[in-house]
């Protein structure tokens, strides 16, 4: 396999501080698990899964718990042995409500996996997809979307490229950085699976130039892989993981205004999630943990751990040695970027949740948000070519048509006009309240039709 520089540099994008050196060397270890996990029912994106067990059930690890409950939602299975205690209703990491399938522990060795396939080549593209579903299966790179549906595109949208994405650009996060190191073996097996299913001839992995450790663990693992598969290295800049961000910094391909990546004829799965689908494949076990990194300098020991889905971030915290100094200013599902600040430590963690931030008041910045002074600096950082600065004033003056009317739904909320914005205005919030607003229009609109 060639390792190759990435050619194309995407318009726009930002460099923020890393500090992806507090937990980068940590190598990935277990956690004490605590009595009771709450499963949230919805880890996805698209309908909640539908608990199928009640109070009083036992279940073994693996035991489907919640069944999917329409064309994009996923399964949901027991990460630990125990007793069900109740249904019940928790808050997701981005604070939305969600039923929860509370399991009590118990100690035992015995599981409810499904059958190995062990010779998997010569299963069929069914028949794989098939075990994908049932494993529940969904992307971990944030968006939670359900694996198998983005591994069947439809027919007149072949599929020629498969991108496997180690990027991880946002800050302080190292959970898929920890993956490729320690399990670039069982990424490249996940890789041979969804690039077979697809039928893709070429397969690029996608690696920031800031983890050589990770990139040297590729180049071993995926040595001997046939046909036209390459490392491409990118220059370290935010937001490489995005999808449409890598797909131009692999291929030079540009996924049209309004489309989709599969537009290009490009996959991009995240590392993590291929090392799930050859878990599932391979050893028949369904998706039930992820390592999650706990960072930041509120955090006595930054850590990479593999904690089963349900684990509340207090355990996570717990396990890391506590606070240090004192109560954080601000916990954080997920990275500075892109992720959600979290009200309570009882929040569980789920598949899309690959780290969890803890950040004393020296970090976290206080500011009043002011008019715009036009500086044009939020046009140039965004990776997307949108103006922010029109976007937000047209959610502010509530006119989300003429928000809609300069493509206010190709925002990928990625926060890069906020970091330069010298007036502090809260423009993500503004993407994301006039985006709801245009979801909710287009499902009313949806529900009258039908
Ligand atoms: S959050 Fe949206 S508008 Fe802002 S830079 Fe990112 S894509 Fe552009
Ligand atoms: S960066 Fe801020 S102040 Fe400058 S144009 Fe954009 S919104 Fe206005």
New binding site residues.
């Given amino acids: 396999m060639q390792t190759i520089k990435s050619p194309y540099n995407f318009k726009g994008g930002i460099h923020p501080a890393y500090h992806k050196e507090l937990a980068s060397g940590s190598a990935i270890q277990g956690l004490p698990l605590p009595a009771t996990l709450s499963v949230p029912m919805s880890q996805h994106l698209g309908a909640p899964a539908k608990p199928c067990v009640k109070a009083g059930d036992e279940v073994k690890k693996g035991t489907l718990i919640g069944a999917q409950a329409g064309f994009i939602s996923a399964p949901v299975h027991a990460p630990v042995a125990g007793k069900v205690n109740a249904i019940a209703e928790v808050l997701t990491a981005s604070g939305r409500p969600c039923q929860a399938v509370v399991i009590e522990r118990v100690e035992s060795d015995e599981t409810d996996f499904m059958q190995p396939m062990t010779n998997w080549q010569s299963r069929s593209k069914d028949e794989l997809l098939a075990r994908i579903s049932e494993a529940g299966i969904v992307g971990m790179g944030g968006a939670g979307f359900p694996t198998k549906i983005k591994l069947s595109p439809p027919m007149d949208k072949p599929i020629d490229t498969l991108i496997l994405n180690g990027a991880e650009c946002e800050p302080y996060l190292t959970s898929d950085h920890r993956m490729m190191v320690e399990h670039a073996r069982e990424i490249r097996l996940g890789a041979e699976i969804a690039r077979s299913i697809l039928g893709a001839k070429t397969l690029r992995i996608a690696i920031e130039d800031n983890k050589p450790d990770a990139i040297a663990a590729v180049e071993k693992a995926f040595e001997g892989v046939a046909g036209d598969v390459a490392l491409t290295v990118l220059r370290t800049s935010y937001p490489h993981g995005s999808e449409k961000q890598q797909i131009y910094a692999v291929t030079g391909r540009e996924v049209p205004r309004g489309g989709l990546p599969m537009d290009t004829g490009c996959v991009v799965e995240n590392v993590s999630t291929a090392f799930a689908i050859s878990e599932a494949v391979v050893k028949g076990i369904p998706l039930i943990q992820r390592v999650i990194t706990v960072t930041g300098d509120a955090v006595q020991n930054p850590a990479n751990l593999m904690a089963p889905f349900g684990t509340s971030y207090q355990s996570l915290i717990d396990a890391c040695g506590g606070f240090r100094g004192g109560r954080p200013a601000k916990v954080i599902s997920g990275g500075p970027m892109m992720g959600f600040a979290v009200s309570s430590l009882a929040t569980p963690t789920g598949k899309t949740a690959s780290g969890v931030l803890l950040l004393s008041p020296g970090r976290v910045s206080q500011y009043t948000s002011q008019a715009?002074?036009?500086?044009?600096?939020?046009v140039d950082a965004c990776p997307m070519r949108l103006i922010?600065?029109e976007l937000?004033q047209f959610v502010e003056a509530d006119d989300i048509e003429g928000a809609e009317g300069i493509a206010l739904m190709d925002c990928i909320e990625c926060g890069s006009?906020a970091f330069?914005?010298?007036?502090h205005?809260p423009?993500v919030q503004h993407m994301r309240r006039g985006k709801a607003c245009i979801m909710a229009q287009r499902a009313a609109a949806k529900a009258k039709r039908d």
Avoid: E, N
């Fill in positions: 715009c002074i036009s500086c044009g600096r939020c922010p600065s937000s006009c330069v914005c010298p007036a205005r423009l």
